[in-house]
C-alpha cells in the first residue's frame, strides 16, 4: 500500500504562484509515475502533470509553460509548482502514483484562485 498526504494549497491572487507538495509512505515507490490531477466543482477530474520513474513529464495542455512538475525519489516527495496561476485553475488537486494498473491518491488539497 501507499499513502499519499498534499499539502501546500491555498488561496491565491490572479497571477499568483503556490507550490503544492505530495509526501509518500508506505511501500517503496521504485517504478512508479507520479502525478497531479485536479477537479473543479461540478467537473470531471482532470490531468495536470505527470513524471515518470525515468524522469520523463508530460503536463496538460492548460498548464504548460507555467506548472512544473518535479520529484525527490529518496524522499518520496512529490512537487507542483505553479506559476500565474488563473481563476480557472481553482479545484482541489490530488496526488496520484501509479504503476502497472495499480493506482493509489491522496485526499487532495484546496487551491482557489481569486480575479
Known amino acids: 500500500q501507499v499513502q499519499l498526504v498534499e499539502s501546500g494549497g491555498g488561496l491565491v491572487q490572479a497571477g499568483g504562484s503556490l507550490r503544492l507538495s505530495c509526501a509518500a509512505s508506505?511501500?517503496?515507490?521504485?517504478?512508479?509515475?507520479m502525478g497531479w490531477f485536479r477537479q473543479a466543482p461540478g467537473k470531471e477530474r482532470e490531468f495536470v502533470a505527470t513524471?515518470?520513474?525515468?524522469?520523463?513529464?508530460r503536463y496538460a495542455d492548460s498548464v504548460k509553460g507555467r506548472f512544473t512538475i518535479s520529484r525527490d525519489s529518496a524522499k518520496k516527495m512529490v512537487y507542483l509548482q505553479m506559476n500565474s496561476l488563473k481563476p480557472e485553475d481553482t479545484a482541489v488537486y490530488y496526488c496520484n502514483a501509479g504503476m502497472g494498473g495499480n493506482d493509489y491518491w491522496g485526499q487532495g488539497t484546496q487551491v482557489t484562485v481569486s480575479s
Open positions: 508506505g511501500r517503496t515507490l521504485s517504478g512508479y509515475g
Open positions: 513524471i515518470a520513474w525515468s524522469g520523463n513529464k
